[in-house]
T-cell receptor, first 114, second 108 residues
Framework: ETGVTQSPTHLIKTRGQQVTLRCSSQSGHNTVSWYQQALGQGPQFIFQYYREEENGRGNFPPRFSGLQFPNYSSELNVNALELDDSALYLC?????????????FGPGTRLTVL | AQRVTQPEKLLSVFKGAPVELKCNYSYSGSPELFWYVQYSRQRLQLLLRHISRESIKGFTADLNKGETSFHLKKPFAQEEDSAMYYCALVTIAGKSTFGDGTTLTVKP
């Protein structure tokens, strides 16, 4: 059984650019959630994907978008990057989008926007 | 909107002392509550969830709906318990809300 992986580990972008972050779910999981974690804060829910469809969204603007693929891997896309987008981005997978289900987290991607 | 508050950013205890990490929540529905832990240089992982009513690594947490709290307790802290602890609430719609975490340091 493989765990959740994320790529890249870290990257640096400039304001106004676009970025794509990637996540591979744990084997057997069909649900992926994305979180933004600013320094000194807890993870903030961005959105969740279940069977390739968005299945819930937090308070993030439309320039944060995502995709889930048939193999249940996922992408987070952020357009028109702002300085405040600098954060650790976490993805987490679970077997089903049930509120009692355990989420398994990846190591995160550290995004720096200059 | 739901909210999770962990009032202590830092908590320091001596080895063998009891420890309690506080978590308060606000949510109009019936919540599912979790504690996650992040050890140094490791990823965030589940510690325990209230629905399971289990004890993991000697930690327990009781959901108190009257006080809207889900405090994490351990009677005798160990040095390996030093970590960042996050309380999280999940709504019926599956949306997770995390607190800002408490850094626990257990001194020898």
């Amino acid at each position: 059984e493989t765990g959740v992986t994320q790529s890249p580990t870290h990257l640096i972008k400039t304001r106004g650019q676009q970025v794509t972050l990637r996540c591979s779910s744990q084997s057997g999981h069909n649900t992926v959630s994305w979180y933004q974690q600013a320094l000194g804060q807890g993870p903030q829910f961005i959105f969740q994907y279940y069977r390739e469809e968005e299945n819930g969204r937090g308070n993030f603007p439309p320039r944060f978008s995502g995709l889930q693929f048939p193999n249940y891997s996922s992408e987070l896309n952020v357009n028109a990057l702002e300085l405040d987008d600098s954060a650790l981005y976490l993805c987490a997978s679970s077997q089903v989008p049930r509120n009692t289900d355990t989420q398994y987290f990846g190591p995160g991607t550290r995004l720096t926007v200059l | 909107a739901q909210r999770v508050t962990q009032p202590e950013k830092l908590l320091s205890v001596f080895k063998g002392a009891p420890v309690e990490l506080k978590c308060n929540y606000s949510y109009s529905g019936s919540p599912e509550l979790f504690w996650y832990v992040q050890y140094s240089r490791q990823r965030l992982q589940l510690l325990l969830r209230h629905i399971s009513r289990e004890s993991i690594k000697g930690f327990t947490a009781d959901l108190n709906k009257g006080e809207t709290s889900f405090h994490l307790k351990k009677p005798f802290a160990q040095e390996e318990d030093s970590a960042m602890y996050y309380c999280a609430l999940v709504t019926i719609a599956g949306k997770s809300t995390f607190g800002d975490g408490t850094t626990l340091t257990v001194k020898p």
